[in-house]
């Protein structure tokens, strides 16, 4: 029976609108019938007064009313679809429809016809209009639903919230994405046993092993936006002790357009999600008020930050984006993906090397640029201490020449990216970067407030521990550590970005300010978790190795030096480092002499003794092969 009325709705498909108007006809004039029948009582009262009454008034409001649900487009709405919203629309279009009987009564009282018109049909024909014209929609819904719900991998939704309940809808509504909510899971006791669209909440997260089993469910999707990286860990403590591997989840509150939720958002489970803080706050109208309509410059663009930072700044409606970078694929991808989601946005992408003056200079006077957020930087630890020079070339002396060129032609703002490594570095890579962080606050100038943005390690970024351990996981093992006792400050790539785009609002020039790291995380306890993620067990299917120390890394890494200390600022998570060198013209001068020695790749000892002297907490480690 389903499929022969499958055959029919499909072929009178391309009939829709002319079948519906037909049908609201005949239904508009039912009620009207029904609204006399149910007034007066009985046809004999009918036929005694009104039998030319009920068709005068027909032949002219039932035109009139298909007009009025054309205007509310009722004949738009997909009836598998129907939803709250359309509802309202035929409740609306209903009320404003049904007393137009009072007017025909009132326009024609002087004929015979309506020497008496019992005016308590306006009200019931309202409610019998809603009743037919809703009813029947609704019962198409319903026979979708029901056909639809016999598809796909079956699926529990845990969190049975506003988010929750978007992603069910979405799902049963779906054709590219194969998923069937078969449950929900929810802790909130008072939504035990609801039905949220015709899906019972069934249990709390203690539950999921037991309703896997018994409902033979092949995937679920945690569907708590707001959700805490604690709190998704004991969701997935217990989703564990399940043979359910495909794990889906939604993003943050704030990466979710208009707080909007659809099967696009999902994605897989990350060590983000699990090992990640408290969602970041930021001041929305106090980044927008400073990037909105201004010209911005990303210097490498397309690395990990600085590719985030795009994405980040374009949400924010600047004049002009330009990207420069000197990996032409990186900036390639991410000049197309902000062309795709930003088409009407300005783009500029350049290929190019932050040390070469010329260009950089040119770059700057033929965009008039207000403000630069300087991510690139040569970050490698172990690669740094084999190649000091490209170091200081590259993470000092690039910073000096787009820095230089900011503060002679005006740009308002410098934010610069630095590193928990600048702080009583032991590494090259730290000690450039505490040089560059000295460099900017001590540059002579009048207009650019620059500001230094230090934090620690980005979850995911490229060439960090998680894509290494990755890579390790897929090959079967093992994963390779450093040190059992290896902590580090670990944050989000877009959690960082945020707090970099607030402390750029918050700056008012030779600023350091430090970010709420949280607790140090044991990366150990990463490469557990990365092979739980994967559906193993650490040191059974996947062993983990121990492999020693490298040149220039440390067990710990700190934010502050203990001369530094920190103050308290308008937001929560950001802190403000007092200064603890003085950056004078000397100071300045020693940076172009270590760069000078630089150019020269010679005279190693002296580069680094110089370094020293620019950076008194470096404390060199074992030296590595340089070249």
């Not at 032949?59 to 129907?82: D, N």
């Not at 026979?143 to 796909?152: A, M, Q």
């Not at 495909?246 to 659809?262: A, F, Q, W």
């Not at 490298?550 to 700190?558: M, P």
């Amino acid at each position: 029976m389903r499929k022969q009325l499958d055959r029919l709705f499909s072929a009178a498909r391309q009939y829709k609108k002319p079948l519906a108007i037909s049908i609201d006809a005949v239904l508009v004039i039912l009620s009207l019938c029904l609204a006399y029948l149910i007034r007066l009582g009985s046809f004999e009262e009918i036929g005694a007064k009104y039998l030319y009454q009920i068709p005068f008034i027909a032949m002219i409001i039932v035109p009139v009313k298909i007009m009025v649900f054309w205007i509310f487009r009722l004949y738009q709405i997909s009836f598998r679809y129907i939803s709250i919203e359309e509802v309202l629309a035929m409740a609306k279009a209903a009320a404003l429809t049904s007393p137009l009987i009072a007017v025909v009564a009132l326009v024609f009282r002087d004929m015979k016809v309506f020497f008496e018109f019992p005016r308590s049909v306006i009200f019931i024909d309202f409610f019998l209009t809603f009743f037919f014209i809703g009813g029947i929609r609704t019962l198409f819904r319903l026979y979708y639903s029901d056909s639809n719900r016999k598809k796909g991998l079956e699926t529990l939704v845990v969190g049975a919230g506003s988010a929750g309940e978007q992603l069910a809808r979405d799902m049963l509504r779906s054709k590219k994405y194969s998923y069937l909510p078969v449950g929900f899971i929810d802790d909130n006791p008072r939504k035990k046993s609801v039905f949220i669209h015709g899906i019972k909440v069934l249990g709390r997260k203690e539950n999921i092993p037991k309703l896997v089993k018994d409902l033979n469910v092949k995937e679920i999707v945690i569907a708590i936006p707001s959700a805490t990286s604690k709190e998704i860990r004991e969701i997935m403590a217990y989703v564990r002790k399940t043979n359910i591997r495909d794990v889906k989840v939604l993003p943050g509150l704030s990466d979710l357009i208009n707080g909007k939720v659809t099967l696009r958002d999902i994605r897989d489970i990350s060590i983000e999600d699990l090992l990640g803080r408290e969602p970041v706050q930021i001041d929305m109208g106090q980044v927008s008020s400073y990037i909105r309509l201004k010209a911005i410059l990303v210097t490498g663009a397309g690395g990990s930050i600085g590719s985030e930072l795009c994405r980040q700044i374009a949400r924010f409606n600047p004049a002009k984006l330009i990207m420069l970078d000197m990996g032409e694929t990186e900036l390639f991808n991410i000049d197309r993906e902000i062309k795709e989601n930003y088409p009407s946005l300005p783009l500029l992408p350049v290929v190019g090397d932050i040390r070469d003056e010329e260009k950089v200079r040119v770059l700057f006077k033929g965009n008039s640029i207000d403000i630069v957020f300087h991510a690139a930087a040569y970050k490698h630890v172990p690669l740094m201490e084999a190649n000091p020079r490209e170091a200081i070339l590259n993470n000092i002396y690039g910073t000096m020449v787009v820095a230089k060129i900011s503060s002679e032609l005006g740009v308002k703002r410098f934010i610069n990216i630095s590193t928990d490594k600048a702080v009583n570095p032991t590494s090259v890579m730290g000690a450039t970067k505490r040089v560059a962080e000295n460099l900017v606050l001590g540059l002579p100038n009048h207009t650019t407030s620059f500001i230094s943005v230090r934090f620690g390690n980005v979850l995911g970024s490229r060439g960090s521990v998680v894509p290494i351990f990755q890579e390790q996981i897929k090959k079967g093992g093992p994963l390779t550590l450093t040190d059992h006792e290896m902590k580090r400050y670990f944050m989000t790539i877009p959690e960082s970005v945020q707090l970099v785009l607030q402390s750029g609002a918050m700056g008012n020039g030779n600023d350091v300010f430090v970010l709420d790291m949280g607790e140090p995380i044991s990366i150990y306890k990463i490469a557990e978790e990365l092979i739980r993620l994967s559906g193993l067990e650490p040191d059974k299917d996947i062993p983990i190795v121990i492999s020693g120390k490298r040149a220039g890394e440390k067990l710990f890494e700190e934010l502050l030096t203990a001369e530094e200390g920190t103050s308290a600022t308008r937001h929560q998570k950001i802190f403000s480092a007092k200064k603890s060198q003085e950056i004078d013209k000397e100071y300045l001068k020693k940076v172009e002499k270590l760069i000078s020695l630089a150019r020269e790749n010679k005279d190693f000892a002296k580069i680094f003794s110089l370094l020293k002297e620019l950076v008194p907490t470096y404390e060199r480690s074992e030296p590595g092969r340089m070249e």
